[in-house]
């Protein structure tokens, strides 16, 4: 049996990269999948890698920045599955690269709309087919310029921490439904997002430009980390632990006192304004 044995689980941005990543790991510990993008095309292929000879997995073409169409296909799998245990909210798109002055307000829109609105829109249609399983789990994927500052991406860094502390408000206000919600950094993952930065040169900024090069160049982060954390948040094993932001590389998740803390210590893992704090290092 695996962790997710039978669980229902739908996956935004499940096509490429992350997404399907986390899907193949979710695929592989026993879930039953509706991945989710805009592109039919490689919805499909990403599909037939992951069913091998079950075909227990399906695919839906969805733009999540469409309220009314994000609302047909909750309505759609209502009437399908009834429930669902599981949602993951990982598309998303960098938007316009450049200082404020000089990027499209069009294209920086688009980029709300897609990564924060899309992430609304999927939790907003489906937490009612949440509240009917014994534990729903939501996980919104955040990441760069959420816990700092990410100059000439703004659009991008405005929308993941807007996930943030809209994965911080929902936790509170359906815990006593419970679901648990938590929110995820993947760290660097090299994924086609990256070539846009490569395109747009120094408007992306010397320092970045040059830390994406390398990162490339060395591999970045593996997906897998991402995966393996956004099982174990989908999981039983996590239950009780919600609103929180959880970095995939850099958080030592796997260890029981990590684990302790993210469930006892309400201001852990969590964006907050810090005053007169100091940290030590241990040794």
């Given amino acids: ?86 949602l993951v909210n990982c598309a998303g798109i960098y938007g316009p690269i450049g200082k404020i002055d ?27 087919l949440l509240k009917k399983t014994r534990r729903g789990k939501i996980i919104n994927y955040s990441g760069g310029g959420a816990a700092s500052p990410f100059p000439n991406y703004s659009a991008y860094a405005v929308s993941k921490i807007g996930i943030v502390r809209l994965t911080e408000n929902m936790a509170l206000e359906f815990k006593s439904d419970d679901i648990d919600i938590n929110a995820v950094a993947p760290g660097f993952v090299v994924t086609r997002l990256h070539q846009e930065t490569i395109k747009a040169g120094k408007k992306a900024g010397v320092n970045f430009l040059k830390k994406t090069l390398d990162q490339i160049e060395k591999g970045g982060t593996s997906p897998d980390l991402s995966a393996r954390l956004t099982v174990f948040l989908l999981s039983q094993e996590s239950d009780g632990i919600t609103g929180r932001f959880i970095s995939a590389p850099w958080d030592p998740w796997m260890d029981e006192d990590f684990l302790e803390r993210l469930k006892e210590d309400k201001d852990f893992a969590t964006l907050r304004r810090i005053d007169n704090k100091f940290f030590f290092k241990k040794g």
């Fill in 102 to 128: 000089e990027i499209n307000p069009k294209e920086f829109t688009n980029a709300i709309n897609i990564n924060l609105l899309g992430t609304f829109f999927m939790c907003h249609y489906f937490i009612p």
């Fill in 1 to 86: 049996m695996g962790l997710l044995e039978n669980k229902k689980i739908i996956i935004t941005g499940g096509s490429m990269g992350i997404g399907l990543a986390i899907a193949k790991k979710c695929a592989e510990e026993g879930a039953q999948l509706m991945l989710v993008s805009r592109h039919s095309y490689d919805l499909e292929k990403a599909v037939k890698m992951i069913n091998g000879n079950e075909g227990n997995h399906n695919y839906y073409t969805l733009d999540v920045s469409k309220p009314q169409k994000v609302r047909e296909f909750a309505d759609e799998i209502e009437k399908e599955l009834n429930f669902i245990d599981g």
